[in-house]
């Protein structure tokens, strides 16, 4: 059996190769007219407030709990 | 080989094992050290670890993994204390920011920032 390779183009491709031509134009007919698309982060970082439920004398009982918690669990604290 | 020379030859192997293993238990223990010494995990003042820009996928699992654990002991002591978990992980954070966090590591305050830790800690006000 004998394989030949054809000289010509398949039709798929044929529409790959438009498909990515009309894409190419459209991109470069964009930059021309300026539409560029910016993506920034935001300048401020963003506030994490934790104060709003936090209960001053409570973390007061809390404090030797807390130590011996992370006295007792080195790996995890 | 003699019978002395092989029985030298297993004394050195055992004694290498055991250091080895040891080495291993040693960083096992001390996951979250190892964490924060790595450079690219800091501690965070809600109580949770958090990693630092690009990091590893096996890193951003290890301190998952840590968090959890982290946030089963808050709940815990939140009950045991009838004190929210957040209150437990908060307070948590103000012991780890002065014991845990050493120079040069990274922590993150309320603002969301990330700093490296240079002589004294900075530390939220509602710590005392």
């Not at chain 2, 004394?11 to 291993?24: D, E, I, P, Q, R």
């Not at chain 2, 654990?69 to 307070?91: L, M």
């Amino acid at each position: 059996m004998t394989v030949t390779k054809s000289r010509t183009r398949v039709p798929l491709v044929n529409q790959v190769l438009k498909n990515a031509a009309l894409l190419f134009g459209a991109g470069v007919f964009a930059m021309g007219v300026g539409g560029c698309v910016q993506l920034a982060a935001p300048e401020k970082p963003i506030e994490i407030n934790l104060n709003i439920n936090i209960r001053q004398d409570v973390l007061v009982r809390l404090d030797k709990d807390v130590r011996d918690l992370v006295d007792k669990n080195p790996g995890v604290f | 080989m003699t019978r002395r020379a092989k029985l030298m030859v297993a004394m050195s192997l055992g004694v290498a094992v055991f250091a080895a293993a040891s080495g291993h238990a040693m960083v096992q223990g001390d996951k979250s050290a190892a964490l924060r010494a790595s450079g690219v995990v800091g501690e965070q003042a809600d109580g949770y670890l958090g990693v630092v820009g690009n990091a590893p996928r096996s890193i951003r699992e290890q301190v998952d993994a840590l968090n959890i654990e982290r946030r089963a002991f808050y709940t815990r002591i939140a009950t045991d204390r009838r004190a929210t978990v957040q209150e437990v992980a908060v307070k948590t954070a103000c012991v780890i920011f002065q014991n845990k966090v050493r120079e040069g590591q990274f922590y993150m305050l309320p603002d969301g920032v990330w700093r490296k830790r240079e002589g004294a800690i900075d530390l939220p006000g509602y710590c005392g």
